[in-house]
């Protein structure tokens, strides 16, 4: 690649997939030969974390180098309620967008997969080729409603298949007209959660698994906390979706199994890709990042789900940890691993600083770190080896030695206590040390990164400690009502504060 060209950027992301269920992370029962093979030609993170283990928060996270609170999306977007937004109502508008940025830069951008921020028959601003699925909630791998450009249909194969396929497409049209490009792919797999992964239909690596004893799920007796979430979601959640699946699927065999073919079907997209860039000739002029949107807990601690499958939430490292690989042959030395704390909100910042693009956001601090240092070899230019997260009420801080969950305290009927765990003696995050006195340093040392790191990474309308609302949804209206007043609500936007 020549000095002055920009490089092509392929962003590929799962749904809802821990890093431990990948082969080069260490799982030995799933089959995923092409990410292995990605890692061995790039750096992969070993933690990996989400600022969120909910969907679209970390999608729009990723999107603009921003929290929660300072974007405001601190929920799954509630696509059952879409007659009620306003017209083409899209979550990040206002704010800089890395398609937005990257297309005003030169670059055609495409979305070929799942969206989950707003409106999906209209074009989030940013994106020159638009295909994505109508719903957020994964209903089905095989039977979607797609809009392409403007244009709606229903399609009925494997959908990791086609977004794929239409990603290829789009970076042939591209190489043949010798434009950089930015394809972004969210799979809407593996995805784990019900009536998906409860399908009849087999894909073509279900056979993989017809036999797996599924030693990788740990089956642990039912926690309290997955139970007092449910019970809530059962009293407010409206109905429509079924949440017993967090309490039951660890230990229903058809859904591990489905899960771990759909991760095997991801692979092999991700492989169509490699090959695409290859055939392309393109394969050094690109930028080839995979993570997730959060993680989630497939039976550690009790329950299948992601953060706020508990309550009070939860940001354990199943929940939390994501699988984040990066691919550059011109600055990223192939096999190599990093055990920096790291977020895969910080592809934010990294994208930007490769393609030379100005990272701000206005009158908000961007909270997004660029990972360029690490994949360059100079990790000293890194700093703070700690990562910060945050699910409603539960914020945490990470740290090579501590996770520290700091609760939100002023809900007078939900009183709720925070946690600390030693990572490295208590790898499982089992034993809880915030009330020992032994403890209390580390801990008050632990409460002080966390009140300095939000004090400069919050928008005063977005913040739910302060007052503020979300954006569309939140899975703790009640929680917050408590705290708040009885007309606290969520929002669909936020004035100049």
């Not at 809407?188 to 690596?205: I, K, S, V």
């Not at 994501?322 to 592809?347: C, F, Q, W, Y």
């Not at 660029?370 to 100079?378: A, I, K």
Request: proline share 6%; hydrophobic share 35%.
């Amino acid at each position: 690649m020549s000095a002055d060209k920009q490089p092509n950027i392929v962003l590929i992301f799962t749904d809802n997939q821990q890093a431990s269920t990948l082969a080069c992370y260490g799982n030995s029962e799933v089959h995923t030969p092409n990410l292995d093979k990605l890692a061995a030609q790039g750096m992969l993170f070993e933690n990996a974390f989400c600022p969120n283990a909910f969907c679209s928060p970390c999608r729009a996270s990723v999107m603009t180098g921003l929290l929660p609170s300072q974007h405001g999306v601190h929920s799954w977007i509630d696509d059952r309620n879409m007659n009620e937004w306003p017209q083409n109502w899209h979550a990040l508008d206002g704010l800089r967008t890395l398609p937005a940025i990257l297309q005003a830069a030169g670059y055609k951008t495409a979305l070929s997969g799942k969206y989950h921020l707003g409106e999906p028959t209209s074009s989030m601003q940013g994106f020159d080729y638009w295909c994505t699925m109508a719903d957020g909630h994964v209903r089905s791998f095989y039977h979607n409603r797609i809009t392409e450009n403007g244009e709606t249909y229903d399609h009925e194969g494997h959908t990791v298949d086609f977004f794929t396929e239409k990603g290829v497409r789009f970076m042939e049209e591209q190489v043949s007209a010798g434009q950089p490009f930015f394809l972004y792919l969210p799979y809407p797999a593996p995805y784990g959660h019900w009536p998906a992964t409860r399908e009849e239909e087999r894909c073509r690596h279900s056979a993989l698994y017809d036999d797996c004893p599924m030693v990788s799920v740990p089956r642990e007796g039912l926690s309290k906390a997955s139970i007092d979430a449910f019970l809530m979601r059962q009293k407010y959640s409206g109905g429509g979706l079924d949440y017993s699946m967090t309490l039951r699927a660890p230990n229903d065999l058809p859904t591990l199994r489905n899960y771990y073919s759909q991760i095997s079907m991801v692979d092999d997209g991700v492989g169509q890709i490699m090959a695409a860039l290859e055939r392309l000739g393109i394969e050094e002029d690109t930028i080839l990042v995979f993570t997730s949107d959060h993680g989630l807990s497939i039976g550690q601690h009790g329950f299948w789900g992601h953060g706020a499958a508990t309550f009070p939430a939860n940001l354990h490292r199943a929940a939390h940890s994501v699988p984040l690989i990066v691919r550059h042959a011109p600055s990223v030395e192939a096999g190599k691993r990093s055990a920096t704390m790291v977020s895969n909100m910080d592809v934010f910042s990294t994208l930007l600083d490769y393609t030379e693009q100005p990272n701000d956001q206005g009158d908000m601090v961007v909270a997004s770190r660029s990972l360029r240092p690490l994949l360059t070899g100079q990790p000293d230019a890194w700093g703070d080896d700690a990562v910060y997260s945050e699910q409603e009420e539960t914020r945490v801080v990470r740290t090579q030695k501590w996770a520290y969950f700091k609760r939100f305290a002023d809900a007078p009927s939900n009183p709720i206590g925070d946690e600390l765990f030693d990572v490295e003696l208590d790898p499982g995050e089992k034993i809880n040390l915030a009330d020992d006195p032994a403890y209390a340093d580390i801990r008050a040392t632990l409460e002080k990164m966390l009140s300095d790191f939000f004090a400069r990474h919050t928008r005063a309308a977005a913040d739910l400690w302060q007052g503020g609302a979300p954006l569309q949804n939140s899975e703790r209206v009640e929680f917050w009502r408590d705290a708040w007043g009885k007309d606290w609500e969520p929002v669909y936007a936020y004035g100049d504060s």
